[in-house]
T-cell receptor
Framework: GESVGLHLPTLSVQEGDNSIINCAYS??????FIWYKQESGKGPQFIID?????DKRQGQRVTVLLNKTVKHLSLQIAATQPGDSAVYFC???????????FGTGTKLQVIP | EPEVTQTPSHQVTQMGQEVILRCVPI?????FYWYRQILGQKVEFLVS????????KSEIFDDQFSVERPDGSNFTLKIRSTKLEDSAMYFC????????????FGPGTRLTVT
């Protein structure tokens, strides 16, 4: 069955360093991949997305990379800040479907 | 900035009781969703709602669940006869017409079934 999963449950990063959060997926039919950030006590917050026909997309301090050959997705956060501490989820969606399938989260801890 | 709100923040109920979780989506949004997150697990899609009807639902969303938009602002999730395994965080989300992934989530309601 389809699944979206993360490699590491916890990632600790020094403030100012770059963070890389990885995700593996199994559904080759996915059209969009999305990264969400969830801070303690809050709902998921959209960060960035990438279409399946792209391999890289950049946002403000964030970059998402997609490698369809190995079904791998990553989120890179530049100059990580304490406010980046949260749980990050990758997720996927297929065009024509409302359902967004979330992966298991990775907790990012930023060390001041 | 407009946001999705949910009430209550925490609901405790006994097994077999009915609960209604309430959400106020962002006012100009057209698509509404419920998700749940069992403690320590993934966020799971339950149902989507558009144009006053369910547009998609997951296998979790069985006959014990129902959704309603009783007026122009509220969106509710009802669980008819709660089970212990219904204990979870329930998130409401909404979006405008457009990018499906740009869903705005509320803060969640923690449901505890005892």
């Amino acid at each position: 069955g389809e699944s979206v999963g993360l490699h590491l449950p916890t990632l600790s990063v020094q403030e100012g360093d770059n963070s890389i959060i990885n995700c593996a997926y199994s559904n080759s039919a996915s059209d969009y991949f999305i990264w969400y950030k969830q801070e303690s006590g809050k709902g998921p917050q959209f960060i960035i997305d990438i279409r399946s026909n792209m391999d890289k997309r950049q946002g403000q301090r964030v970059t998402v990379l997609l490698n369809k050959t190995v079904k791998h997705l990553s989120l890179q956060i530049a100059a990580t800040q304490p406010g980046d501490s949260a749980v990050y989820f990758c997720a996927e969606n297929r065009v024509g479907y409302q359902k967004v399938t979330f992966g298991t989260g990775t907790k990012l801890q930023v060390i001041p | 900035e407009p946001e999705v709100t949910q009430t209550p923040s925490h609901q405790v109920t006994q097994m077999g009781q009915e609960v209604i979780l309430r959400c106020v989506p962002i006012s100009n949004h057209l698509y509404f969703y419920w998700y749940r997150q069992i403690l320590g697990q993934k966020v799971e899609f339950l149902v989507s709602f558009y144009n006053n009807e369910i547009s998609e639902k997951s296998e979790i969303f069985d006959d014990q669940f129902s959704v309603e938009r009783p007026d122009g602002s509220n969106f509710t999730l009802k669980i008819r006869s709660t089970k212990l395994e219904d204990s979870a965080m329930y998130f409401c989300a909404s979006r405008q017409d457009g990018g499906i992934y740009e869903q705005y989530f509320g803060p969640g309601t923690r449901l505890t079934v005892t």
